[in-house]
């Protein structure tokens, strides 16, 4: 038992920073495991900031921030944190960097952290953080949880981007608030009044949900 | 592995705080940046009321050479000193604070735009709203021509409406709605201006009273409609006098 471990601590030594683990860690959640389309995680803040590119591009910037911090955090006490109040721990640690960011945000971001108003609060809320912190970052080193947190903060992002994309597009014909069909000499393209609701989200979600889903074949376990 | 409670509890109390300090610490860190970020903003917003702020500068510098305040009480007397004998500044007026007050008893800061080119005279008086959305609180800005009737331009702002949905009562094309027209009715009776259900509304119903709403956030329009109405009419002790004292300029 005990030269198992010894062997298994030195084999982890010498891994590369970026080893075939560590990519699948990295990579799994942007596809095959991504939080939002397969572990439908995070869906709130997906269909509420995700009208235009512009919050929605610093919505994924403050998560990725937050993913990374509380991990990298949560994965150093890993060993301190008592079991039996573990949840709220990770809580206050995600508090705290959702605070931090808040603040950040107010001082030199005024306008987006207004439009972006509750929600960067409510990262706090958000399940996949915490999710993460639970499932990996309480039993994986620090290096490996920020792997595993960066990659879940990008399936996150990219999602949420590629949404915003489309909202925008077809919602207001806009990318970044650039009039994209004025600029190309279409100025009487309809935009959809559904698109900036949180039902246009949904038909987006769900499109790409279905396109992924092809792609992968994965189903549902019954 | 089981922990005692002592440890359990000393764990929780140094985390604590541990992450007590380090946000106190980046809260009054960032507390300057925070404030000059809001004044900035204040400026600017009042400033929107009148002028395309993307096209400026130096934002403070226009403001403090193009506009100038002061503070008006519910029955339209101007207001220098509070009852303690401080001085009254209509920039440090907090208009949600004041909101809270009976309309009685709350002061009304009324900013005078003046353009570049003519110094002399005021272009537009600019009236401060200040209101409920539906998530929180709304406020703005109405600047009226001269005429104390014809907007020059709105500027709304708000804090917690749904982004993209009631938040776009901020976007400049849906405040650009608003210039034009009219507050009051040809007999002068306060008729305001109202955003409609939805985006898409006929031609011949947008009168002069009348806006495109906006899709999906009509409990927001409705909150920006009662603001706006209810403000002027704090403002109309103001108005009237103002159009007494100028009825005969406004007559030639």
Not at chain 2, 23 to 44: D, I, W, Y
């Amino acid at each position: 038992m005990a030269e198992t471990l010894e062997k298994e601590i030195t084999k982890k030594k010498t891994e590369p920073l970026l080893s075939k683990r560590r990519k699948k860690v990295v990579l799994d959640p942007l596809n095959d495991d991504n939080p939002i389309t397969i572990q439908v995680l995070g869906i709130c803040s997906a269909l509420a900031v995700t009208t235009q590119l512009k919050p929605t591009l610093v919505m994924a910037l403050s998560v990725t921030f937050v993913m990374i911090f509380s991990s990298l955090f949560t994965s150093l006490l890993r060993n301190l944190i008592p079991g039996r109040v573990r949840i709220i721990v990770q809580l206050a640690i995600i508090a705290s960097f959702v605070i931090l960011v808040n603040e950040v945000l107010h001082a030199y971001a005024f306008d987006i952290y207004k439009q972006l108003s509750v929600f960067v609060g409510l990262i706090i809320t958000n399940c996949i953080v915490m999710g993460r912190l639970e499932a990996f970052a309480m039993g994986n080193k620090p290096y490996d949880s920020v792997l595993d947190a960066f990659g879940s903060a990008m399936g996150y992002s990219w999602i949420i981007i590629a949404v915003a994309f489309f909202r925008e597009v077809l919602g207001s014909g806009k990318i970044f608030g650039f009039a994209l069909f004025d600029a190309i000499g279409w100025s009487s393209f309809p935009t959809n009044g559904l698109m900036v609701t949180p039902v246009g989200a949904f038909i987006i979600l769900g499109l790409i949900i279905w396109v992924q889903r092809t792609k992968t074949g994965y189903v549902e376990q019954h | 592995m089981q922990r005692s409670n002592t440890y359990v509890i000393i764990f929780s109390l140094v985390l604590s705080i541990i992450l007590g300090g380090l946000l106190s610490l980046a809260s009054a860190g960032l507390k300057p940046a925070q404030m000059k970020a809001e004044e900035f903003a204040h400026k600017r917003q009042i400033l929107r009321a009148v002028l395309d702020t993307d096209m400026l500068d130096d934002i403070v510098s226009v403001y403090d050479n193009q506009i100038s305040s002061f503070v008006v009480d519910a029955q339209g007397q101007i207001i220098e000193t509070d009852e303690k004998g401080n001085k009254i500044i209509a920039e440090d007026i907090d208009i949600g604070k004041e909101f809270k007050k009976d309309p009685g008893e709350r002061f009304y800061p009324i900013y005078t735009y003046r353009t570049q080119e003519n110094p002399d005279d005021i272009e537009a008086y600019i009236f401060a709203a200040y209101g409920n959305g539906l998530w929180n609180n709304i406020w703005g800005f109405i600047a009226l021509e001269t005429d104390m009737n014809t907007i020059s331009g709105v500027v709304f702002d708000h804090v917690g409406e749904t982004a993209g949905l009631g938040a776009r009562i901020t976007e400049k094309e849906l405040q650009a709605r608003y210039k034009g027209k009219k507050m009051f009715d040809a007999n002068g009776n306060l008729e305001s201006v109202n955003m409609l259900k939805g985006e898409n509304n006929r031609p011949e119903s947008l009168d002069e009273h009348h806006v495109n709403g906006i899709s999906g956030a009509t409990l927001t329009a409705n909150g920006v409609n009662k603001m706006i109405i209810e403000y002027i009419n704090y403002y109309q002790p103001f108005i009237a006098k103002y159009k007494k004292e100028n009825a005969g300029v406004a007559s030639l």
